[in-house]
């Protein structure tokens, strides 16, 4: 699995993989071989004009290029969606409008991003609804943080975020059972056997950590 490094920052080896079949006909004393090449996170050229005008799917843009998003495993994906869902049901059961994306684009500092899971509030959707991509970080965002990646990568793109009109960030770690959510100056770490709550935006939210990661 590629880690966050590879796919978000465009420094992934584009690896090949080769498949030989050989077949011997013994009447011609002959060899076919056949060779397929898959090349995945493919990079490519792409000026933002065109990114803003009509957004790949799965694609981010990093640094001038396209660098897609894979990796997606089916723990990342269901968590991913009790996330969303937890946090859409809580926003319409009390009423506080806005909207919750998956992998919705957004503009962070020179970059385009597509978080796990972002909530828009109904301010920031009233003005920017329409938007192919948001003109700024989400208020709040989760990211499924793969064990291969690694702390150095996770963080920056936290920063990153942060730093770009993000008021609070959920990092989720499905292996080790941890929630870390950064807001302001906060940094609270949740795990197993404890409650995780928002802290600035979508107040008053909470749930199990046992529950969201079961």
């Known amino acids: 699995m590629p880690t966050l490094q590879e796919y978000y920052f465009g420094k992934s080896e584009i690896t090949r993989s080769l498949r030989h079949h050989k077949k011997k006909e ?105 938007s192919n991509v948001l003109p700024q970080s989400f208020p709040l965002i989760a990211e499924i943080i793969s064990p291969t990646d690694t702390a150095e990568d996770v963080f920056a793109k936290a920063n990153e975020y942060l730093e770009s009109g993000c008021k609070e960030i959920w990092l989720v770690l499905p292996d080790s059972q941890w929630i870390v959510v950064i807001a302001g100056q906060q940094r609270l770490l949740f795990s197993k056997g404890e409650v995780v709550s928002t802290q600035t935006i979508l107040e008053g939210f909470s749930v199990p950590v046992d529950e969201l990661l079961g």
């Not at 981010?60 to 089916?74: A, N, P, R």
């Open 26 to 130: 013994s009447q011609r004393g002959t060899e076919e071989m056949v060779a397929s090449i898959v090349v995945p996170n493919q990079i490519e050229a792409f000026s933002l004009e065109d990114y803003l005008q009509n957004p790949p799917e799965h694609m981010e843009w990093v640094d001038g290029q396209l660098v897609e998003k894979s990796g997606m495993t089916l723990k990342h994906g269901r968590i991913q969606a009790k996330v969303a869902t937890y946090w859409r049901n809580y926003k319409d059961n009390h009423n506080l409008g806005g909207e919750v994306y998956t992998e919705a684009p957004c503009r962070t500092n020179n970059r385009v991003r597509r978080p796990d899971v972002a909530y828009l509030t109904p301010e920031s959707l009233a003005q920017f609804g329409d």
